[in-house]
């Protein structure tokens, strides 16, 4: 026992350091691909509102006086430190944006992810157990066209039906403007069941709904299609021969045995979804008005305001970091043959 753990120990620390240079990688080419962009940050900001001596402070302010080499260093200090530097053009700090608007995009992000997995592993498993009939042609069919469909399109379609058709659930936002609650965690779902507002969390909820099932659906077909496959893979084995022969009921063998085993490998791929989802929440914020940190980095893009931009991005970058590494060390308990 106290060997198992050794190992799992060894294999999250040796993990962890590998980490490290793909982190310092992601933050060098963030910081670079924000130098490259063509134009003066401050000047494409608040150039022409100005004059130039406050211009001129701003960018000592933020630092872009001084030269590429102590730029960098200076942003590694502060990525270290999780101070993302303050914004160009509201000089609100980017930590105080993250805080704010995170709270929307996690909610998001999280409840879309409860929809690919509450459809793609079930749909999956019926593909996989009917495979080669109408039943997993039609599935597989299903999984092509919501990994191919632009989210902003079935967004937009989603709207149309269940908004302006049939009216079943509002279509933009996160709750209706006389909606107010008391920010305790900035996530509106949770901080109206804190304040005891059960209307306000029933209307989050239903703001809720449209754009969730919307980005859930982009990685439902991922899923669908690991599933599907990894339990077709784990039908084909010994073991699940042996149960059957032994006398277990199919449906046992299929769900109790094979589809058991054919998780682990989905659960290998599960924080590559995760930034899948990050990447597709930006656009689906926009086209559904979600107030989260999709909108702000396209109103801080829009307004060529490079700080905020970088902050952002980097943000994203290092939850992804950091969903893999915990996807990692998930599998490793899970199957042991993953730590050697």
Known sequence: MARSGGSLRTYALSRIALTLPMVLILLTMVFLLMRVAPGDPVQSAVGGRLPPDQIAQIRADAGLDESLVVQYFEYLGQVATLDFGETITDNRPVSD??????????????????????????????????????????????????????????????????????????????????????????????????????????????????????????????????????????????????????????????????????????????????????????LTELTFDWPGLGSELIAYLNERDYIAVQGIITVFALVVVVISILIDLVNAMIDPRVRY
Do not use: C, K
Not at 265 to 273: D, S, Y
């Open 97 to 282: 944006v993250i805080i704010d608007s995170g709270g929307a995009t996690l909610t998001l992000t999280l409840a879309a992810l409860l929809v690919a997995v509450g459809l793609g592993l079930p749909l999956g498993l019926l593909a996989g157990r009917y495979r080669d009939t109408a039943i997993d042609g039609s599935l597989r069919i299903f999984g092509i066209l919501t990994y191919a469909a632009p989210v902003f399109f079935v967004g937009l379609l989603a709207q149309l039906l269940f908004g302006s058709i049939l009216g079943w659930l509002p279509t933009t936002g996160e709750a209706d403007p006389i909606t107010f609650v008391d920010e305790v965690t900035h996530i509106l779902l949770i901080d109206s069941l804190i304040a005891g507002d059960t209307a306000a969390f029933q209307d989050a909820l239903l703001h809720l709904v449209l754009p969730a099932a919307t980005l859930g659906l982009l990685v439902t077909g991922v899923f669908l299609r690991l599933t599907r496959v990894n339990l077709m893979q784990a039908l084909q084995g010994d073991y699940i021969e042996a149960a059957r022969a032994r006398g277990i009921g199919e449906r046992s063998v299929v769900v109790r045995h094979a589809f058991r085993n054919a998780l682990v490998p989905v659960i290998t791929v599960f924080g590559l979804q995760v930034a899948l989802l990050l990447s597709g929440a930006v």
